[in-house]
């Protein structure tokens, strides 16, 4: 899955782009005080848990080369 944002938005707006863009099937056990935002050399990445602390989904953004930001969500199985 991917969506896209300016390069300079705000850490919220993201998140909710994730929560939204994930599948009904596990965006329901999605919670923000087990999942983390982890700022790398190349951007920013998030990793998403569940209440329980399972990893649901890693999530990474690069360079659009338009000005933005594609982020690019990978589900756990």
């Known amino acids: 899955m991917h969506f896209a944002t300016p ?3 705000n850490i919220d ?3 909710t782009h994730i929560v ?3 599948s009904s099937g596990s965006n329901y ?3 923000p005080n ?4 982890v700022t790398t050399k190349d951007g920013l990445e998030c990793i998403v848990r569940s209440a329980s602390g399972v990893l649901l ?3 990474y953004s ?3 080369r338009m000005g933005g930001r594609r982020w690019t969500i ?3 199985k």
């Open 34 to 37: 087990a999942s983390s935002f």
């Open 29 to 31: 056990l999605v919670c």
């Open 7 to 9: 390069t300079d938005e």
């Open 62 to 64: 690069e360079d659009d």
């Open 13 to 15: 707006l993201i998140w």
């Open 20 to 22: 939204k863009a994930m």
């Open 74 to 76: 990978n589900l756990v």
């Open 57 to 59: 989904a890693n999530c």
